[in-house]
């Protein structure tokens, strides 16, 4: 008798992988994605992530409908996007790799749960009858791996849980998680943690989940069918404390920041809606920063709360999705006329009317700009990646208290729900924001208004409307005696605030409206460009969550010897100053939107120039791989 040598275990270093995990809405991709990201994080890799939910919330199971997917691309080099295809596919079922297929690199990897491939599957996924992917050869190219992951957690269990079956199904995640921790070398310590802290009410569940998590690990470990283990390591990043943070995370984070350091409490109006429903829940958690948060019974009485407490002295925030904002809209228009801070978010989603709530677009750039009724503008501006909500979301409290005018801060899907490493910045970083209210003794006066008056000779009666050099009015506690005014939607007259409807005040009033909004491209950043020469033959100009594809494709193009530069712009109403000289130098310009053309409408119209659209309009995001051949045909 003769026994086999077991086969050596190898390992081989990885700069960047991106592993696709997919399967039904109820087997908890998203949760196994999130936690081996995590753990990625905290090891020092750098990441990116893009969560793909189903349009339907309750999809029937096994279908392709109810796929749900996470991407995470990870890497010891710089990551900007989750990657345009993915290198491991990790399917639950037939639907799963049907759904995912065309996202694997050619002679890529995939580790199929075999019990998710039963006749019942394939039917459900549209397979013709009697065919079978795993075994009629049309993965040929692809390396693949069977596991009857299913059969071994049910084994692994043995019946000793107490669970039933359905129960015990649901924590075939934790077997796929301590698989791919195994081939990737990385601790089961963050995850066993994230267990401990999740189910600390069930211990039962606690016993459970670890057990398959382990056994996932000691698969691989044993079996002879895996000879390769992958080695990532850590990204050279700059010095810092850091965390994964997602984009409606970050947001909410800003927000609070943006409270503590202009000592204001922070409310924050809303009604459910996906995709922005997490900031919510992120703000809740915080009490203990005298956040409020109300769920509010519909979009208009959030808002309306959200601009009560604006009126009232708070740090006032409402947020939502594109059809929300339409709700707003006249209660936006109110605080406009009132000319009072408020913070719009709109986390964008594919449209019009429900359209797709789970797929990410640029869609409401034209709205943000000018989707109310009557001449109604406000600050507009645009976060680029996940941490990046952070930063715009406090310049949006910034912004909104110092020139008292509404702003709306534009994230999207694909950055809201996506997560990447977030350095924590220092309380010193941030830029001051002072705020001051209008009182008795002054009367508006320490908002610089009696300047406008042609001296220090302070009025008789309060006037709520006078200006500063901001062109910004004062904030007047209401209940302060001394600083009655009236409040309301209909036009103010300039200085007094009185209902007036005498048309050269309310032309005069428009302008003013405008100017104040206008006169902001003074306190915000010049525009700079992001990779490349100040001059040239291609400019890249983008905004919002195009901005890692854009880079990476941008990266490569330099690489190749291409002339091209990239430019993303995050202040879009006003726009920087200096846009238009930038625009000027480069022969052509090129912008990528995943919208219909909005953002090139607009600098076509203000700058005159012939910029290039280039629109995706499919719920997804750009790929690097599109953009960089979009350039290459431009250089020809």
């Not at 809405?25 to 992530?49: E, M, P």
């Not at 009072?340 to 709109?346: A, G, M, S």
């Not at 880079?551 to 109403?573: E, F, L, P, R, W």
Request: include cysteine; glycine fraction near 10%.
């Amino acid at each position: 008798m003769t026994t086999e040598t077991p086969k050596q275990k190898t390992n081989k270093e990885l700069k960047e992988v991106v592993i696709l995990f997919a399967g039904d809405s109820g087997d908890g991709i998203q949760l196994t994605g999130t936690q081996f990201t995590n753990t990625n994080a905290l090891f020092g890799n750098d990441i990116s992530t893009f969560p793909n939910y189903p349009a339907e919330i309750r999809a029937p199971a096994g279908t392709i409908a109810g796929v749900s997917g996470f991407q995470v691309n990870f890497g010891s080099v710089n990551i900007y996007t989750a990657g345009d295809q993915c290198d491991v596919l990790v399917v639950m079922n037939a639907a799963a790799l049907k759904a995912s297929l065309l996202n694997l690199k050619q002679n890529g990897i995939i580790i199929a749960n075999t019990s998710g491939f039963e006749p019942k599957n394939l039917e459900l996924a549209k397979y013709p009858k009697g065919v079978n992917p795993l075994k009629d050869g049309s993965l040929e190219g692809h390396t693949v791996h069977e596991i009857d992951i299913t059969k071994l957690t049910r084994a692994c269990l043995d019946n000793s849980s107490g669970l039933g079956v359905k129960e015990v199904d649901r924590s075939k995640n934790m077997f796929v998680l301590g698989f791919i921790l195994w081939m990737y070398n990385r601790s089961m310590e963050p995850s066993l943690n994230y267990l401990k802290e999740q189910f600390k009410k069930r211990p039962e569940l606690i016993e459970t989940n670890t057990k398959v998590l382990k056994a996932g690990y000691n698969y691989g470990e044993t079996t002879e069918t895996f000879t390769t283990r992958y080695e990532v390591k850590a990204a050279p990043m700059p010095k810092g404390t850091y965390r994964s943070i997602m984009g409606n995370q970050a947001t909410a984070i800003g927000l609070i920041a943006a409270a503590r350091k202009s000592g204001l409490s922070l409310y924050y109006g809303t009604y459910p809606i996906t995709p922005a429903s997490d900031i919510l829940h992120e703000l809740a958690k915080h009490k203990n920063f005298g956040v409020k948060t109300f769920q509010a019974e519909d979009e208009i009485a959030a808002i309306c709360s959200s601009i009560g407490a604006s009126f009232g002295g708070s740090l006032a925030v409402t947020g939502s999705s594109g059809p929300g904002i339409a709700l707003k809209g006249e209660a936006i228009g109110l605080a406009v006329m009132l000319e009072i801070p408020l913070i719009i978010i709109n986390v964008q989603r594919g449209g019009p009317s429900t359209g797709l709530p789970t797929k990410t677009e640029q869609a409401d750039l034209l709205q943000a700009m000018y989707g109310r009724n009557g001449e109604c503008p406000v600050i507009v501006l645009a976060a680029s990646s996940p941490s990046d909500c952070f930063t715009m979301a406090y310049e949006a409290c910034r912004l909104s208290l110092q020139h008292m005018t509404p702003v709306m801060l534009l994230t999207d899907g694909y950055i809201a729900n996506g997560a990447e490493p977030w350095r924590f910045p220092k309380a010193s970083e941030f830029a001051d924001i002072k705020v001051s209210f209008a009182t008795p003794s002054l009367k508006g006066e320490d908002k610089g208004n009696s300047s406008l008056q042609g001296g220090g000779q302070l009025p008789e009666k309060y006037l709520p409307y006078l200006r500063d050099e901001k062109l910004s009015r004062p904030w007047a506690i209401p209940g302060t005696k001394g600083l009655e005014h009236r409040v309301g939607g209909i036009e103010k007259e300039h200085e007094t605030g009185n209902i007036s409807y005498d048309p050269d005040n309310h032309e005069f009033m428009v302008r003013m409206r405008q100017a104040k909004v206008d006169k902001v491209a003074d306190y915000v950043p010049e525009q700079k460009i992001d990779n490349g020469k100040e001059k040239g033959k291609i400019l890249v100009l983008g905004w919002g969550s195009t901005y890692g594809s854009i880079k990476t494709a941008v990266i490569d193009c330099i690489a190749k010897g291409i002339d091209v530069s990239h430019a993303h712009v995050k202040y879009m109403n006003p726009l920087p100053k200096n846009l238009g000289s930038i625009l000027k130098n480069f022969d052509k310009v090129l912008m990528p939107e995943m919208n219909n053309g909005q953002f090139s409408k607009i600098i076509r119209d203000k700058f005159l120039i012939d910029a290039i659209g280039f629109d995706k309009i499919k719920g997804a995001p750009f790929t690097a791989g599109e953009l960089s051949k979009k350039i290459e045909e431009l250089n020809k």
